[in-house]
């Protein structure tokens, strides 16, 4: 499924930034975009690649892959249900 959700790149980076602050918040999700070779997070698809890069790096980045996970889930619900 690749349906746009809106804002899904900067709600990514508020919640970066609220467990790594701004700027290492920031850091880490363009270090994570390059990795998985993506421009910026567009669709539910872009944050769950994110989330589960995230994810593999453990520690507080695992932590913070989970809690974007949960955010691709709920957003993924949302558009099946307005569909």
Do not use: I
């Amino acid at each position: 499924m690749t349906e746009r959700a809106e804002d899904l790149g900067a709600v990514a980076e508020r919640k970066l930034a609220r467990v790594f602050g701004a700027e290492r918040g920031a850091a880490l999700l363009r270090a994570v975009l390059e990795e998985l070779r993506l421009d910026a997070v567009r669709t539910v698809d872009d944050l769950e690649q994110v989330a589960a890069a995230l994810e593999k790096r453990g520690g507080f980045e695992a932590t913070a892959g989970t809690m974007l996970s949960v955010l691709a889930a709920t957003q993924r619900l949302h558009l099946t249900k307005t569909a």
